[in-house]
């Protein structure tokens, strides 16, 4: 019996320890991913030459949606100014998104999250042209989206920056107004 009880309490400590070493591992790769250009082995989506001029963006918490007039970001529908440079960050996301994993010709999306995704991008370019990008289930085991182009049945593995960077809605992505000196004097305490 004594035998038995040290060896339960090994196994049970074997396992702590590789439990404690597979997060530890985890957590050290996601934070050497951070600010690390994004890389693949496939290209899911490419904006090619085209001149992006409206983003709009539709998650569970909100939407958002962006125009370029005249080389300048601003909000289609309410007043204020969003972040220029969130969004040009959005934009340069947008140039190349590269995957994973590539799964070619999948029969059930929802399966993936992406009947009903979780994040909808739609582009309008200059041109005309639109494309819709859809960001299904998150993938813990991976650490990827899932992610698909238009009505294409093909299926990526993605980044999650491409779902943080997007999930956001237009009071988010608003450009952060100071007060000046002048008028807090003039806000009433």
Do not use: H
């Given at each position: ?82 972040d220029t440079g969130r969004v040009s960050r ?100």
């Amino acid at each position: 019996m004594k035998g038995q009880k040290k060896i339960t309490i090994l196994l049970i400590a074997v396992m702590l320890l590789v439990c404690i070493a597979y997060f530890a591992v985890r957590r050290y790769q996601a934070n050497e991913s951070r600010g690390k250009p994004l890389i693949g082995n496939y290209t899911a989506y490419s904006t090619g030459a085209g001149t992006i001029a409206e983003i709009r963006g539709t998650c569970v918490g909100g939407s958002f949606d962006v125009i370029r007039s005249d080389g300048v970001w601003s909000y289609a529908e309410s007043a204020g100014t969003p972040d220029t440079g969130r969004v040009s960050r959005m934009e340069s996301l947008l140039l190349s998104i590269p995957a994973e994993r590539e799964l070619k010709d999948v029969e059930d999306l929802s399966v993936y999250g992406l009947e009903d995704p979780q994040l909808t991008i739609e582009l309008t370019f200059e041109d005309g042209a639109q494309n819709t990008l859809s960001v299904g289930f998150y993938n813990s085991v991976i650490d990827q989206y899932y992610f698909r182009v238009d009505d294409s049945r093909t299926v990526y593995t993605v980044d999650p920056a491409i779902y943080s960077s997007f999930a956001v809605t237009d009071n988010t992505i608003a450009e952060q107004e100071t007060i000046s000196s002048e008028s807090a004097a003039e806000v009433p305490q």
